[in-house]
């Protein structure tokens, strides 16, 4: 499904203030999941920055045990400590990777900012060798910046 039609669809899910944020995430988390073929599991994670560490908050996809991930370890601890998206097109070629399932194949993990400040992230997992664009990095910022619109 091209982002443009699931922009609106986004949107939708984010605006419904009679849900909870953390049930709106998960709505964001099923839908890009079961919209795009490639992006086999969808998470949110949030900072606490005191503890530098990552909380898994809302998904879409297999359970991982990674529901906590100390800033620096593995793709989305970098991007935690880095500020900057990390596309990795093939994760066996990284040696900081943590490893959720042997299906998995690339990452793609984005930072979410609320006013100034890296406070999560956005991490898609997929099945599939090399499937992420600059489109998907540039759909990924504006879910990013959308989500922190309602936090």
Not at 107 to 119: Q, R
Request: proline letters at 5%; glycine letters at 6%.
């Amino acid at each position: 499904m091209p982002f443009d039609v699931l922009k609106p669809k986004v949107n939708t899910i984010l605006a419904n203030d009679k849900e909870p944020v953390k049930q709106r995430l998960y709505e964001v988390c099923e839908l890009l999941q079961t919209s795009l073929g490639y992006y086999d599991w969808v998470g949110f994670y949030f900072a606490n920055h005191e503890q530098k560490t990552l909380h898994l908050e809302a998904f879409a996809g297999e359970p991982t045990d990674h529901i906590v991930i100390p800033f620096g370890k593995g793709i989305c601890g970098q991007v935690a400590e880095s500020n900057a998206n990390f596309v990795v097109a093939d994760v066996k070629a990284q040696n900081n990777y943590i490893a959720c399932n042997m299906y998995v194949k690339a990452e793609i993990v984005v930072p979410l900012f609320k006013s100034g400040k890296n406070i999560g992230q956005i991490d898609i997992d997929s099945h599939t060798e090399d499937p992420f664009s600059v489109e998907d990095e540039r759909f990924l910022e504006w879910i990013n910046q959308q989500v922190a619109e309602i936090l």
